[in-house]
């Protein structure tokens, strides 16, 4: 049972433009939500993070969204650029477990 | 930030030996650590949740007697892969939170071997 899930494998996007990557949760009792970056062979590098108390956080390109009537959380990247070529993972918690549940991953691609 | 470092980055070892991997925080105590292992285009999955003085807590289908967790104290955990097989081969990556509701920091994961 996949309760987070991030449904498109890969994105490629231009250079400049704004890179959306998606994420779905099943769970309701996740309340901190977060986005790492992670390239080959290495760990997670953490992005930003929102609680469930929020609908929005901004972090200077990047932009987590949150709709918990949804079930659903975005990350916004804009510019993009060629170093934001990765893939991103989302991931969810509840408050006091400190147990992380990932999504399967989206490869960005980011063309120059 | 916080650092994790995670030791070694790369092992190979032959079937039926143990290898340990080290998690270490540098520079922050972690009462909580965790390790996940990452397949092939796949997502990070959780093993266990490491405490540290107390036993580890194991997801399910997670063999405790063959990922042998131990955190000795709150800046080291361990995890020892133990009468390895080649189906043991993967990416293995800790991660460390500093408290409460703040994002967990990882390690630069270690890619086991087993031939």
């Known amino acids: 049972d996949q309760q987070v899930k991030q449904n498109s494998p890969s994105l490629s996007v231009q250079e400049g433009r704004i890179s959306i990557l998606n994420c779905d949760y099943t769970?309701?009792?996740?309340?901190?939500f977060l986005w790492y970056k992670k390239y080959p062979a290495e760990g997670p590098t953490f992005l930003i993070s929102?609680?469930?108390?929020?609908d929005k956080n901004e972090d200077g390109r990047f932009t987590v969204f949150l709709n918990k009537s949804a079930k659903h959380l975005s990350l916004h990247i804009v510019p993009s650029q060629p170093g934001d070529s990765a893939v991103y993972f989302c991931?969810?918690?509840?408050?006091?477990?400190?147990?992380?549940?990932f999504g399967t991953g989206t490869r960005l691609k980011v063309l120059a | 930030g916080a650092v994790v470092s995670q030791h070694p980055s790369r092992v190979i070892c032959k079937s039926g030996t143990s290898v340990k991997i080290e998690c270490r925080s540098l520079?922050?105590?972690?009462?909580?650590m965790f390790w996940y292992r990452q397949f092939p285009k796949k997502s990070l999955m959780l093993m266990a949740t490491?405490?540290?003085?107390?036993?580890?807590?194991?997801e399910q289908g997670v063999e405790k007697d063959k990922f042998l967790i131990n955190h000795a104290s709150l800046t080291l955990s361990t995890l020892t892969v133990t009468s390895a097989h080649p189906e043991d081969s993967s990416f293995y990556i800790c991660?460390?939170?500093?408290?409460?509701?703040?994002?967990?920091?990882f390690g630069q994961g270690t890619r086991l071997t087993v031939v």
């Open positions: 991660s460390a939170t500093k408290d409460r509701d703040t994002e967990a920091f």
């Open positions: 769970n309701s009792m996740f309340d901190y």
């Open positions: 929102i609680s469930s108390i929020k």
């Open positions: 991931a969810a918690t509840t408050s006091g477990t400190y147990k992380y549940i």
């Open positions: 520079d922050f105590q972690a009462t909580t």
């Open positions: 490491s405490n540290e003085g107390s036993k580890a807590t194991y």
